[in-house]
């Protein structure tokens, strides 16, 4: 498995989703990772950062709503969202957050209701 996100689902406006990535060793290794998604219609956006020693970076859409971290040990990348927005409705991808994997994967579905 290259990158596998997990944890959409479907979610009230107001209500939260945590969101984890299995991503192979090749792709997380002491890379900044980054979670991405990608709304109907629209193009790619990049919505987190984080690097290997944590530093983070939010869009301005999602700043003081979402949450990054990862655990070097098991090569995982988490976004916990909170105070979620229809706006937020779209797939959800983590990859590299320069030079991306040219597989990015299935994503995860997050679907906010109004």
């Known amino acids: 498995v290259q990158l596998q996100a997990s944890g959409g689902g479907l979610v009230q406006a107001g209500g939260s989703l945590g969101l984890s990535c299995v991503a192979a060793?090749?792709?997380?290794?002491?890379?900044?990772m980054g979670w991405f998604r990608q709304a109907p219609g629209k193009q790619r956006e990049l919505v987190a950062t984080?690097?290997?020693?944590?530093?983070?970076y939010y869009a301005d859409s999602v700043k003081g709503r979402f949450t990054i971290s990862r655990d070097n040990t098991k090569n995982i990348v988490y976004l916990q969202m909170n105070s979620l927005k229809p706006e937020d409705t779209a797939i959800y991808y983590c990859?590299?957050?320069?030079?991306?994997?040219?597989?990015w994967g299935q994503g995860t579905l997050v679907t906010v209701s109004s």
């Open positions: 984080i690097t290997s020693d944590g530093n983070t």
């Open positions: 060793g090749s792709i997380f290794s002491r890379n900044i």
């Open positions: 990859n590299k957050a320069i030079s991306p994997s040219p597989y």
